[in-house]
Structure formats: C-alpha cells, structure tokens
C-alpha cells in the first residue's frame, strides 16, 4: 500500500553551504591570515560498532557539514582563504563496493551535488592531499583545534601523512568558524523553520495519540516514525526523552540506564522532549502535558507557572539583552508563581539572593542551537565568563544576545526530591519553603516548555509550532479522542513485561 505524505521535502541548496564558506573566508581575510592559507578540514569517518562488522549510522561532523553539506563519511575538504574556492577529497572506493553497497561515482557527480570547484577523486586519499597542496603552493593551513564549551571535547583536528612538511596554524580557524556558526543567515533559517514544523507536527501528533497504557518508549517511536515519515528526518537530534509521572523531573531522562521503558498510568503528567534533524540543522521541543488529556488543579497551576516565565522571557527577548538577565528573570516568575500557589512564602528578592529557583529549576534557561542541539559558540574566549552560582552554572551561554542567534527557551518547574529534601535541610531555603504543602508534590515530576526562536532585529520570531495554552492542548487531545481509532491507540499487542 502506497502511503500519501502530507509534507513535501525542504530542498536544500548548496549555496547555503556556499555562503558559510564565503562568510568564513571574509571573516578569516579580516584576521589578515597569512597569504595563500587554506583552511583544511577533515569530515566524519564511518565507524563499526565494537568490535562487530555493523555500521553505526553515519552522522557527518558538524563543522564539516556547516562548510560542504556533505553526507558521505571519510572525506577530507580545503578552501583557499584568498579565492573561496572549495575542494573536495572523496576517497575512491574498491570495485567490490558497487555489488554491496551500490554505484560508484566519478567525481563530476560529486562537484555536481555539493556544487564546489573541484573533487579529488583517489586511491589514497591521505597522501594525494599533500601532493594537491603543494601543487597550490599553499602556505599556512588552518586546521580545526578548539574546546568545546558544551560538551568539554576538544575537536578533531584534521591531520594527514606529511602535513609536517608544511606551516600549520590550529589555533585561529576554531574561535572564527565557530563565531560563524552562532549567526544564522536566512539560508540557514529556513531550514530550521522546516525541522521545527515538521517536528511540532510530530508533537501534535503525539498529542492526539497518547493513552494511558502506553510504554515510555511508544510515544517516543511515534515521534521517530513521524518526522522520518513526513520530514525526511532519518536523524533525531538527541535522545528523545520520553518521560512520565515522576521521572518528569530527571532532566535528560530516556537514556541507555532509563530507556523510556515505563508504562504511562492515567493521571502522570508527560514531559517529551524530543526534536528532529534535517542537514544536520536541529530542533529542540519540550511539550508537557496529562497523558489524559485533562490537566488537573496542581498540573494547571505549575505548568502555567512555567508557561508564564517562558512567555516573559519572549517578550523580553531582543539584541542587547544578556541571556544571564533572561535567566534571571524566568527564576523571577517562577518563584512569584511557586508563592502564589502556596509552595513558596516570603519575600522573592531574598529567594533569589540565596538562588532558591535552583532547586526547582536547576538546568539553564536555554542554548544555542544549529548544526548541534547544543551549538558552538557559548563561551567564546573574549566572552562572558560562566556563572557560579547554582542554575547559572549550567547557563550554556552567558552571551549578549545579537540578531541571527537561534536558541531554546526551555524554563521548567521540577519537583526533584533529593533536591527537594536538600533544600528542606537547608535553613536559608527551607524558611521559605512551606513544607506540607510541597509534600503535596512529591511524585509530580516536573514540567518544561521549550521552544526554539531566532533573535531579531527587534525581538524575536517563534520557530516552534505546538499548542501551549491548557486549553489549546486540552482542545487538540479531546479531538484525537473524538476520532479515536484502535488502529491508532499504540497497544497494538499486549505489553508484557519481563
């Protein structure tokens, strides 16, 4: 049976790929780089898992895809600094390839699709890299060597056999190419509207099919299922997260140790954190809400606590502001809504000098995104410094906002209990803390509102897509009831659990 898509594909063109090689060289010629330098970068390499013959998915180096937009691994890529002009090295496969894994190509198909100057197509790879280069008479390459902030990995730096013969600059390349990356051009925009639509989609999606009864891990296939099906998004752009009821408070909940392997029982409040990625441009949502569709008074309450320091965040949002300000002051509403509520009493200046919005919300307000769900560029060497007081310190960016960034604003209220009971335990927070009524929560789980937006001139545009008002969410959920369909509840077989 042939089955009709609703969405047709984003062409990408590679001119996008283009223009961030043009925005580089400019940016490296404004250095005053030395002449005839060449900017070398090496792609991802396909790996086999262990010790096995099995294919990990390839996934291409980021850096590499932001410069070439190319999806084949173990490629080698240069750009003449002065020119622009881009050439790729492609290895030449054996013959044996073509009978297990298709078509071998000549190197004009390459130049063609990755729209470059000219393609190396050769036996080895490594050594015709050298020959090339000193052909051009290249002076300094400028490879890739630099920390990153996110993660603490340091890149891989490309390297090849005899690049000891020639002047090798590793430290300018990172922080330029890096800053590149932060600023988006409307290229790269558009393809980010793309994955958040076809992602928010899914999340409707989702929405409208979950029941009580399913496992964990059924909502997270439907999501996978569906940005594949209907976005060409064979890549997620992180472990989904698929959490319900309690492990709503575990904030990268749904990995190998917690698989997303619970059953959702009717009441739990579902936190799905989950985004697609289409040319390795991610998105990032987080939609929370009663796996029956019906939010109750306790649910209604934090999760409009949390929806409100989100909205306050947008409308503050613009270039000039620090994303340490933004922070701050969804900390702000958060308390004046836990007080409000009656988890909270007393004054919300002296809750925020001891950082008591730490222990309900203790992950930063948001991040970077691009090429990466947690994209380069948020310490940046003559930056702002991280923060140290708790909550700051896991701000992945203390940055000044400026147009072109794209970031997530994901505020959440967690009801963690080991932070809970540490805060209990502690008496400049535990004064504040009204502890009958927070026992009232102590299976709640949590709840996080993510949406992925783009600095403006003046503000900022909304790149997510989902329902965020209870009503809204309440409306879409009754009306995949209404429609309710067996085919499509999920619990295809019985669950049997071992």
Same mark, same amino acid.
């Given at each position: 049976?042939?089955?009709?898509?609703?969405?047709?594909?984003?062409?990408?063109?590679?001119?996008?790929?283009?223009?961030?090689?043009?925005?580089?060289?400019?940016?490296?010629?404004?250095?005053?780089?030395?002449?005839?330098?060449?900017?070398?970068?090496?792609?991802?390499?396909?790996?086999?898992?262990?010790?096995?013959?099995?294919?990990?998915?390839?996934?291409?180096?980021?850096?590499?895809?932001?410069?070439?937009?190319?999806?084949?691994?173990?490629?080698?890529?240069?750009?003449?600094?002065?020119?622009?002009?881009?050439?790729?090295?492609?290895?030449?496969?054996?013959?044996?390839?073509?009978?297990?894994?298709?078509?071998?190509?000549?190197?004009?198909?390459?130049?063609?699709?990755?729209?470059?100057?000219?393609?190396?197509?050769?036996?080895?790879?490594?050594?015709?890299?050298?020959?090339?280069?000193?052909?051009?008479?290249?002076?300094?390459?400028?490879?890739?060597?630099?920390?990153?902030?996110?993660?603490?990995?340091?890149?891989?730096?490309?390297?090849?056999?005899?690049?000891?013969?020639?002047?090798?600059?590793?430290?300018?390349?990172?922080?330029?190419?890096?800053?590149?990356?932060?600023?988006?051009?409307?290229?790269?925009?558009?393809?980010?509207?793309?994955?958040?639509?076809? +992602?928010?989609?899914?999340?409707?999606?989702?929405?409208?099919?979950?029941?009580?009864?399913?496992?964990?891990?059924?909502?997270?296939?439907?999501?996978?299922?569906?940005?594949?099906?209907?976005?060409?998004?064979?890549?997620?752009?992180?472990?989904?997260?698929?959490?319900?009821?309690?492990?709503?408070?575990?904030?990268?909940?749904?990995?190998?140790?917690?698989?997303?392997?619970?059953?959702?029982?009717?009441?739990?409040?579902?936190?799905?954190?989950?985004?697609?990625?289409?040319?390795?441009?991610?998105?990032?949502?987080?939609?929370?809400?009663?796996?029956?569709?019906?939010?109750?008074?306790?649910?209604?309450?934090?999760?409009?606590?949390?929806?409100?320091?989100?909205?306050?965040?947008?409308?503050?949002?613009?270039?000039?502001? +620090?994303?340490?300000?933004?922070?701050?002051?969804?900390?702000?509403?958060?308390?004046?809504?836990?007080?409000?509520?009656?988890?909270?009493?007393?004054?919300?200046?002296?809750?925020?000098?001891?950082?008591?919005?730490?222990?309900?919300?203790?992950?930063?307000?948001?991040?970077?995104?691009?090429?990466?769900?947690?994209?380069?560029?948020?310490?940046?060497?003559?930056?702002?410094?991280?923060?140290?007081?708790?909550?700051?310190?896991?701000?992945?960016?203390?940055?000044?906002?400026?147009?072109?960034?794209?970031?997530?604003?994901?505020?959440?209220?967690?009801?963690?209990?080991?932070?809970?009971?540490?805060?209990?335990?502690?008496?400049?927070?535990?004064?504040?803390?009204?502890?009958?009524?927070?026992?009232?929560?102590?299976?709640?789980?949590?709840?996080?509102?993510?949406?992925?937006?783009?600095?403006? +001139?003046?503000?900022?545009?909304?790149?997510?897509?989902?329902?965020?008002?209870?009503?809204?969410?309440?409306?879409?959920?009754?009306?995949?009831?209404?429609?309710?369909?067996?085919?499509?509840?999920?619990?295809?077989?019985?669950?049997?659990?071992?």
């Amino acid at each position: 049976m042939r089955i009709a898509l609703d969405t047709i594909l984003f062409p990408v063109s590679m001119s996008l790929f283009a223009n961030n090689r043009k925005r580089l060289c400019d940016k490296l010629k404004a250095k005053k780089v030395p002449e005839n330098s060449i900017v070398l970068l090496q792609g991802g390499q396909q790996t086999q898992q262990d010790s096995t013959d099995r294919d990990i998915t390839f996934r291409q180096e980021s850096y590499f895809q932001w410069c070439f937009g190319v999806t084949e691994p173990d490629c080698f890529g240069t750009i003449e600094v002065a020119s622009g002009k881009a050439v790729l090295f492609i290895p030449k496969l054996p013959k044996e390839y073509q009978v297990w894994m298709g078509e071998i190509y000549p190197p004009s198909h390459f130049q063609a699709k990755y729209a470059v100057d000219d393609v190396k197509f050769v036996q080895d790879v490594i050594s015709q890299i050298s020959e090339e280069l000193k052909r051009i008479n290249a002076g300094v390459l400028l490879t890739l060597n630099g920390l990153n902030t996110d993660s603490g990995h340091t890149t891989r730096e490309a390297a090849f056999d005899g690049i000891s013969s020639f002047t090798v600059n590793n430290e300018l390349l990172h922080p330029v190419i890096s800053e590149c990356r932060v600023i988006k051009t409307e290229q790269e925009l558009q393809v980010m509207r793309y994955v958040n639509r076809v +992602s928010s989609d899914a999340h409707k999606e989702l929405m409208r099919r979950i029941r009580p009864g399913w496992m964990e891990y059924q909502a997270e296939s439907l999501f996978k299922h569906h940005v594949y099906t209907h976005g060409g998004c064979r890549h997620v752009a992180y472990t989904c997260i698929g959490a319900t009821g309690d492990h709503c408070a575990i904030l990268h909940y749904g990995h190998a140790g917690a698989p997303n392997d619970r059953l959702i029982a009717d009441g739990d409040m579902c936190l799905f954190d989950m985004g697609g990625e289409y040319y390795c441009y991610a998105s990032d949502i987080t939609c929370s809400y009663p796996v029956n569709g019906k939010f109750t008074d306790d649910q209604k309450a934090i999760y409009n606590a949390v929806l409100k320091s989100n909205r306050a965040v947008q409308k503050a949002l613009k270039p000039g502001v +620090s994303w340490v300000d933004m922070h701050l002051l969804a900390d702000r509403v958060q308390l004046e809504e836990l007080v409000k509520i009656g988890i909270l009493h007393g004054d919300v200046d002296e809750m925020m000098a001891v950082r008591l919005g730490a222990v309900f919300m203790p992950h930063g307000l948001g991040h970077f995104m691009g090429h990466d769900v947690h994209d380069v560029g948020g310490y940046p060497v003559d930056g702002p410094e991280r923060r140290t007081e708790p909550g700051l310190r896991s701000l992945r960016t203390a940055r000044t906002m400026e147009e072109g960034m794209v970031l997530t604003i994901e505020p959440g209220i967690y009801f963690n209990w080991p932070m809970i009971e540490q805060a209990l335990n502690n008496p400049e927070m535990s004064r504040f803390i009204n502890a009958d009524v927070i026992q009232r929560f102590r299976n709640f789980g949590g709840v996080r509102i993510e949406d992925d937006v783009a600095v403006t +001139s003046d503000g900022m545009e909304m790149l997510t897509c989902v329902p965020r008002d209870v009503d809204e969410i309440e409306r879409l959920m009754a009306e995949g009831r209404a429609n309710d369909n067996p085919v499509l509840r999920g619990n295809l077989l019985p669950i049997v659990k071992a």
